[in-house]
């Protein structure tokens, strides 16, 4: 893949550099980050543009503002956390044009307010392109995990400026590639959780030619489990999606694919620290029962898939980690992985977050991305705009 990194700009000093980073990390209801991961991946971009004197001018999302200016999803927080771990000042400025940008000094650092709040970033409309690009001279995309978007900021600017990777972005094409570009170590297993079918059915379907497993968890298996025809109860899952999932279960059996949903789960009747559980067969599930996590059999049974495969591709918890109550599903199955040796590639996002509630170390895994959808989604084979924008 011909891509030009940062370490092919030919002048960096003096430069203003619009760096595009994926700072979209979890907050509490105070707003305190609760998982950095993001930030301090970009950190070796950041410090070697900076280091060289750039005049770097960064740039992130946060949330789902849908192009409206949200309080709570102002990164007044993140670059406070961004100027602590870097011990340098960070300006964050609300203002695309404010003249701090023009007043900038060699080795200053700016971060414009969340880009999302503009809607014709989501758009990539063309004039809101050309004027980020004017106050920038060279472009700088390290934000992989948005690299599947194309909007204003992760693939739009590259019309306008000379363009190129982070180390960051680099690190992730260099890991995952191999991936596809060559055969991998079988059985191929793929694990999905997570709650949304939507973003998952082209790459599922894109597997079906390719891996040997698919191990299915999460609020995602609901959805499988209710076109197969079990009664989920209180569950969550998408009705107006059952058909799609069942068409998917039968191509995998044409396919002579080995499609595994929970035999047994993890259930409340409320979503809470205090609820009260039991782990129960699929077929017993009734009333206000809410599946939350798969059941201590199936984790078993992945595990013992597991066990005999050669590469492993997982995105997505298996259970609502965010409660302690549900983790135990993807702590085995996570735990036992990082302890198979294996190729084993995580798809970021919440599967990351989900590793660090669980203390479990991500140098046991073979690569852990910072993309979720973007990491499945170029492993799909699918050409991502952000990365597309780059090359050349």
Known sequence: ???????????????????????????????NITDDTRITEALPTIKELNGKG????????????????????????????????????????????SDKIKEM????????????????????????????????????????????RKHASTAGLAEYLPSYAGLLMEKEIYALSPIINEEPIRPLTMIFGGAKIDSKIGVINHFLDKADYFLIGGALANTFLAAAGYNVADSLYEEDKLEIARKIMLDAEKKH????????????????????????????????????????WSAEEFCNIIKESGTIIWNGPLGLTEYKNFQQGTNTVATFLSEHNCNSIIGGGDTVDALKRLKIPKDKFTH?????????????GKELPGIKALTG
């Open 368 to 380: 852990v991305s910072t993309g979720g959808g973007a990491c499945i989604e170029f492993l799909s």
């Open 54 to 97: 750039a005049k770097l001018i960064i740039m992130s999302h946060l949330g789902r503002p849908k192009g409206e200016v949200k309080e709570e999803l102002r990164l007044t927080p993140i670059a406070k956390h961004l100027e602590k771990l870097l011990g340098t000042t960070v300006l964050k400025i609300d203002d695309i044009k």
């Open 257 to 296: 694919r080995k499609f595994i949903l929970p035999k047994d789960a993890v259930v409340a009747s409320e979503i809470s620290e205090e609820a009260e559980t039991v782990n129960i067969p699929i077929q017993d599930i009734e009333g206000d029962m809410k599946i939350l996590d798969i059941g201590k």
């Open 1 to 31: 893949m011909n891509i030009k990194t940062i370490k092919d700009i030919p002048e960096i000093k003096g430069k203003k550099i619009l760096l595009r980073v994926d700072f979209n990390v979890p907050l509490d209801n105070d707003l």
């Open 105 to 148: 000094n060699d080795g200053d650092i700016i971060m414009l307010e969340n880009i999302r709040f503009h809607k014709e970033e989501k758009e990539c409309e063309e004039n809101f392109c050309k004027k980020l690009a004017s106050i920038g001279e060279i472009y700088v995309n390290d934000a992989f995990g948005t690299a599947h």
